[in-house]
Nanobody, 126 residues
Framework: HVQLVESGGGSVQAGGSLRLSCAASGYTYSSYCMGWFRQAPMKEREGVAVIDSDGVTSYADSVQGRFTISQDKDENILYPQMNNLKPEDTAMYYC?????????????????????WGHGTQVTVS
């Protein structure tokens, strides 16, 4: 069965950096779109950064130029490198896999397209 486990969250000052990790198992890694989403208190979950099976990436406007999504296909790990963090980046961050699509559909940053989710890791920027 598909399992996604996030790690690497924590507290950081504005302007700092964090790298999260998502260890994936239970399916053919990198065969599908994967991504990072976040949810702040009292806000809807939003797509942050996604990557397709060819390594094509897409980012939310709010993180473009600051976040970089990448993956280690040998270790089945998905990363976002998050730089120049801002207080508005404070949220629970989730890793997700779209177990249907290998390429972007135009809705790749929409959470409803993703079938499997991790439990999340908290990022707090002050």
């Amino acid at each position: 069965h598909v399992q996604l486990v996030e790690s690497g969250g924590g507290s950081v000052q504005a302007g700092g950096s964090l790298r999260l990790s998502c260890a994936a198992s239970g399916y053919t890694y990198s065969s599908y779109c994967m991504g990072w989403f976040r949810q702040a208190p009292m806000k809807e979950r939003e797509g942050v950064a996604v990557i397709d099976s060819d390594g094509v990436t897409s980012y939310a406007d709010s993180v473009q130029g600051r976040f970089t999504i990448s993956q280690d296909k040998d270790e089945n790990i998905l990363y976002p490198q998050m730089n120049n963090l801002k207080p508005e980046d404070t949220a629970m961050y989730y890793c997700a896999v779209d177990h249907v699509h290998a390429r972007f559909t135009g809705d790749e940053l929409k959470d409803w397209q993703y079938s499997y989710w991790g439990h999340g890791t908290q990022v707090t920027v002050s």
